[in-house]
């Protein structure tokens, strides 16, 4: 087990301590306004820890079926978007409850994406996701009836194709082209 070390910046007290699984990529995120909040891997590759410096505990969120490869944390800290190894699907979570708020699909169940960076816009009504596919998928999170926008209707209750077809798809994919710098 690795450790995360929180200190106060004005003494260098040490504040807390968050037992991690291994993080070569380094997985964490900090809020940006209002109380801390930080969030980084669990002791379990699929699990993400946050620590609410407002009610001083620390929460476990399974955030995976397999390890989390890419994290972000709203500019308030009450949400958490994780991506998996697979990459094929984005889960939203409130990070005060732990609860699964939304699964965002990007790609096909049977194609591998790494996805490379997710991204809160400012006041949360977008998330934007970057892959080795070469795409930006942009997400609605405050309408999700913005996205599914092509998806046909089913009335299937169970099965590959609901697993499939339920969680919500892209409101907008903007492809763009690697520039390879020549001189």
Not at 47 to 52: A, F, S
Not at 63 to 82: F, I, K, P
Not at 98 to 124: K, N, P, V
């Amino acid at each position: 087990m690795q450790k995360i070390s929180v200190h106060d910046l004005m003494d260098l007290r040490l504040l807390h301590q968050i037992e991690t699984e291994p993080n070569p990529k380094g997985l964490w995120e900090i809020s940006l306004s209002g109380r801390m909040v930080l969030v980084c891997l669990g002791r379990d590759k699929a699990e993400v820890r946050v620590l609410h410096d407002e009610v001083s505990w620390i929460r476990v969120i399974k955030a995976s079926d397999l390890d989390v490869t890419c994290v972000a944390l709203s500019n308030n800290g009450r949400l958490l978007a994780a991506a998996s190894t697979k990459g094929t699907l984005n889960r939203l979570f409130d990070t005060l409850s732990g609860m699964l708020l939304q699964e965002m699909r990007r790609g096909s169940a049977f194609e591998r994406t790494e996805i490379h960076s997710l991204f809160f816009c400012f006041d949360a009504e977008w998330l934007a996701v970057t892959s080795n596919k070469g795409t930006v998928d942009i997400l609605s999170l405050k309408d999700a009836k913005r996205n599914n926008m092509s998806l046909p209707s089913l009335s299937y209750n169970k099965g590959i194709l609901r697993k499939y077809f339920i969680p919500e798809w892209p409101t907008a994919r903007f492809m763009y082209q690697k520039i390879y710098n020549t001189s």
